[in-house]
């Protein structure tokens, strides 16, 4: 008998609720450790959308939740398998699916949600047949203002880097990348509306929630090269490995992927939580 979602889904989950404005949501997402969130609205806490870290980021001078959240959203019952679950989230490369009943928001399944299944059932898929993505390396003497472009390029969160014999010596996600940046504190607290006597853990929360892609103008990166910044002997996957493995790798360290070597521990290619997910459907 399959899983069902209301398994394994995250029940009551915070919400951000319209009309609304993109302060309150940044600021719930400091507060829970979010990067988002669905959105409700406040005549009958009915499903209205969704909203990222990336719609904020997008548009930075939009302030209307209405007007950041995306409304056309893919959902799916608490009764549902959560093969339903992972094809919707695999086919359109979404992280959060919103479970609803009645027209009413029961809870939330992510893929951290699914990898624990995929762990449970002991899956035997070899990772190599599991890759999706072109795997783009950073070398670990490039530049930052270099990396920056290829995080925004590719749109990757995460890359592998090699040293020059091509040995894989690090990882860099797009979070590390900005936590090296200099922020101009003032100039952002002030636009995202956080006043001088706020909390100081409001503003290293904010840090950790917001993506590398913010305003060029407010991001200014040091004279630093990927060796200086990246996490250094990261953990890797024989290509052979039980993509099971991988699942328990994943989710006893919140990692959202993982570098896969080859016969000579060279680098094959990265492969992502919603590819661990998609072995569900095999």
């Given at each position: ?13 915070i ?32 499903l ?5 870290r ?17 409304k ?55 990772v190599?047949?599991?890759i999706?993505k ?40 797009d ?66 490995s039980?993509v ?12 959202g992927?993982l ?24």
């Amino acid at each position: 008998m399959s899983t069902k979602v209301s398994e394994v889904m995250v029940s009551n989950p915070i919400v951000a609720i319209v009309p609304g404005s993109r302060n309150e949501v940044l600021s719930s997402m400091v507060k829970h450790n979010l990067t988002g969130m669905p959105v409700v609205r406040e005549s009958d806490g009915r499903l209205a959308g969704i909203i990222s870290r990336k719609d904020i980021y997008n548009n930075p001078k939009e302030q209307q939740l209405s007007l950041l959240m995306k409304k056309d959203v893919l959902v799916i019952g608490s009764d549902d398998s959560i093969e339903d679950a992972a094809r919707i989230l695999v086919e359109n490369n979404i992280h959060r699916l919103p479970v609803v009943d009645d027209g009413k928001l029961v809870g939330i399944v992510t893929p951290t949600d699914l990898l624990k299944e995929v762990k449970k059932r002991k899956l035997e898929t070899p990772v190599e047949e599991l890759i999706r993505k072109t795997c783009v390396p950073l070398w670990e003497g490039d530049p930052l203002k270099y990396v920056q472009t290829v995080f925004q390029v590719t749109r990757m969160t995460a890359l592998p880097v090699l040293d020059s014999n091509g040995d894989i010596v690090g990882i860099v996600t797009d979070r590390d990348l900005f936590n090296t940046s200099l922020i101009k504190d003032d100039v952002t607290k002030s636009e995202l509306g956080i006043g001088p006597d706020e909390d100081e853990w409001s503003w290293e929360g904010l840090r950790n929630v917001m993506p590398l892609f913010y305003e060029e103008s407010k991001v200014d990166l040091p004279d630093l090269q990927v060796r200086d910044m990246m996490v250094k002997d990261p953990i890797t996957l024989f290509k052979k490995s039980p993509v099971s493995e991988a699942a328990s790798i994943m989710k006893r360290n919140d990692f959202g992927q993982l570098p896969i070597r080859d016969n000579e521990d060279r680098l094959l290619g990265m492969i992502y939580d919603l590819d661990v997910i998609n072995s569900l459907l095999m």
